[in-house]
């Protein structure tokens, strides 16, 4: 006699095929989605090994051709041709130009402004103009790209007055920056004119801003012209921060300043950051968000 | 005929010519930056006049993100003066051969307005 089969069981004969049936359709979606999604990963990955190997071989050709342009420049300044001064200027133009975020070009300037002084050919002037005109350009553009970064503020100095107060310097008004979220306060005395050669010489001072975090304090004398660019030439602070301070106008009676603060890690290319500095900058990224 | 007419046009174009080069405006005492209200721009109608030595230059309002530009065309000390809200501050700035820069920031206190350079 058959065993009375209730709803469940008749439920159970229908759903045990259909159910093998999803479980092998389920098999199959996840398959073909797996393939897809590996594919799909392999392609990302290929496009981006492909790329990477472009930019380093682009990276590579560059770095061969900017070598061999920067050693036949620099030969021609370390054995200059009597006299040759159109190209001296020409080829600080190419150095400046191409090498200005990586090299100190400052003795270049200085060597070729003392030579034009020295020189009786007519076009001097012209040549003095123009190495000028390339290095207002270069500290332009290098404090257009710092400013995006960083904070910056201007002041002017009074050179007459300067001249009256003799060593004592003129105290510029202080400001204070904000960069990375770090709050300081920057005082600039000038100490020192240098009329003959556009100069200054300068005491950068920066503490921490009241309520601010507790920074120490970084002093530093240095001269400041034309020919000092801020991307290379700045001071280190002590939280990985740069302050800079560049000439950025000269007149008979006045000259003026322009100070910017930035982050480290936009520095020139010759500046090497302190591996405690880089450390600490990776634990406060790998450390959870509150 | 002919000829006398285009003596006389060349002689009018190098007037004007020469007139234009006297008049345009030349970099030297070009100043500019940005009037700041702590961070922020200006508020529309702020104005910037100048005064250079005895020559003084209307005030010109200020644009949408607190920019002004004043071609005072002498070098020197100059006096910003700015203009928000009825109230005046005035600013000190130096204008060379070259173009200078001076960002200003607007502060309000007891009710006063002053101004700075940045």
Same mark, same amino acid.
């Given at each position: 006699?058959?065993?009375?089969?209730?709803?469940?069981?008749?439920?159970?004969?229908?759903?045990?095929?259909?159910?093998?049936?999803?479980?092998?359709?389920?098999?199959?979606?996840?398959?073909?989605?797996?393939?897809?999604?590996?594919?799909?990963?392999?392609?990302?990955?290929?496009?981006?090994?492909?790329?990477?190997?472009?930019?380093?071989?682009?990276?590579?050709?560059?770095?061969?051709?900017?070598?061999?342009?920067?050693?036949?420049?620099?030969?021609?300044?370390?054995?200059?041709?009597?006299?040759?001064?159109?190209?001296?200027?020409?080829?600080?133009?190419?150095?400046?130009?191409?090498?200005?975020?990586?090299?100190?070009?400052?003795?270049?300037?200085? #060597? %070729?402004? =003392?030579?034009? !002084?020295?020189?009786?050919?007519?076009?001097? *002037? /012209?040549?003095?103009?123009?190495?000028? &005109? +390339?290095?207002?350009?270069?500290?332009?553009?290098?404090?257009?790209?710092?400013?995006?970064?960083?904070?910056?503020?201007?002041?002017?100095?009074?050179?007459? #007055? %300067?001249? =009256?107060?003799? !060593?004592?310097?003129?105290?510029?008004?202080? *400001? /204070?920056?904000?960069?990375?979220?770090? &709050? +300081?306060?920057?005082?600039?005395?000038?100490?020192?004119?240098?009329?003959?050669?556009?100069?200054?010489?300068?005491?950068?001072?920066?503490?921490?801003?009241?309520?601010?975090?507790?920074?120490?304090?970084?002093?530093?004398?240095?001269?400041?012209?034309?020919?000092?660019?801020?991307?290379?030439?700045?001071?280190?602070?002590?939280?990985?921060?740069?302050?800079?301070?560049?000439?950025?106008?000269?007149?008979?009676?006045?000259?003026?300043?322009?100070?910017?603060?930035?982050?480290?890690?936009?520095?020139?290319?010759?500046?090497?950051?302190?591996?405690?500095?880089?450390?600490?900058?990776?634990?406060?990224?790998?450390?959870?968000?509150? | 005929?002919?000829?006398?007419?285009?003596?006389?046009?060349?002689?009018?174009?190098?007037?004007?010519?020469?007139?234009?080069?006297?008049?345009?405006?030349?970099?030297?005492?070009?100043?500019?930056?940005?009037?700041?209200?702590?961070?922020?721009?200006?508020?529309?109608?702020?104005?910037?006049?100048?005064?250079?030595?005895?020559?003084?230059?209307?005030?010109?309002?200020?644009?949408?993100?607190?920019?002004?530009?004043?071609?005072?065309?002498?070098?020197?000390?100059?006096?910003?003066?700015?203009?928000?809200?009825?109230?005046?501050?005035?600013?000190?700035?130096?204008?060379?051969?070259?173009?200078?820069?001076?960002?200003?920031?607007?502060?309000?206190?007891?009710?006063?307005?002053?101004?700075?350079?940045?």
């Amino acid at each position: 006699m058959g065993e009375q089969k209730d709803l469940w069981d008749k439920f159970g004969v229908l759903l045990q095929p259909v159910g093998g049936a999803l479980a092998a359709l389920a098999v199959a979606v996840v398959g073909i989605r797996g393939s897809q999604v590996i594919n799909e990963r392999q392609a990302a990955d290929t496009n981006a090994r492909l790329y990477s190997e472009l930019m380093s071989r682009r990276e590579e050709a560059e770095s061969s051709l900017r070598k061999d342009m920067f050693v036949s420049i620099i030969d021609s300044f370390l054995r200059p041709q009597p006299g040759d001064l159109g190209s001296m200027v020409l080829n600080l133009e190419l150095l400046a130009y191409n090498f200005h975020e990586s090299l100190n070009l400052k003795p270049l300037f200085l #060597d %070729l402004q =003392r030579r034009l !002084r020295e020189t009786s050919q007519a076009n001097r *002037e /012209e040549y003095r103009q123009r190495i000028d &005109r +390339v290095a207002r350009e270069i500290t332009a553009r290098q404090l257009f790209s710092l400013e995006g970064h960083g904070d910056s503020f201007r002041r002017s100095v009074d050179l007459e #007055d %300067l001249e =009256r107060t003799g !060593r004592f310097g003129q105290e510029l008004d202080a *400001e /204070e920056v904000q960069v990375d979220g770090t &709050r +300081v306060v920057v005082r600039v005395r000038v100490l020192e004119l240098d009329r003959a050669n556009q100069q200054l010489i300068i005491r950068l001072e920066v503490s921490p801003a009241e309520g601010g975090p507790e920074l120490t304090e970084s002093r530093a004398t240095f001269q400041v012209g034309f020919y000092d660019f801020p991307l290379i030439d700045n001071t280190r602070l002590a939280n990985g921060m740069r302050c800079a301070v560049t000439l950025s106008a000269w007149s008979k009676s006045n000259a003026d300043l322009t100070t910017t603060c930035f982050p480290g890690e936009y520095a020139s290319l010759k500046d090497r950051p302190y591996i405690d500095e880089v450390m600490k900058k990776l634990t406060k990224q790998a450390a959870p968000q509150p | 005929m002919t000829r006398s007419r285009t003596r006389t046009f060349t002689a009018v174009g190098g007037l004007g010519l020469a007139a234009t080069l006297l008049t345009s405006p030349a970099a030297a005492g070009e100043i500019f930056g940005r009037v700041l209200q702590g961070n922020a721009p200006a508020a529309a109608g702020t104005t910037v006049a100048a005064k250079c030595g005895d020559a003084d230059y209307a005030a010109r309002p200020v644009d949408r993100s607190g920019n002004y530009h004043i071609v005072a065309g002498k070098t020197g000390k100059c006096t910003l003066t700015v203009t928000a809200k009825g109230q005046s501050a005035t600013v000190d700035v130096v204008s060379y051969d070259d173009p200078v820069e001076a960002d200003i920031v607007l502060d309000t206190k007891d009710g006063k307005l002053s101004a700075r350079r940045r």
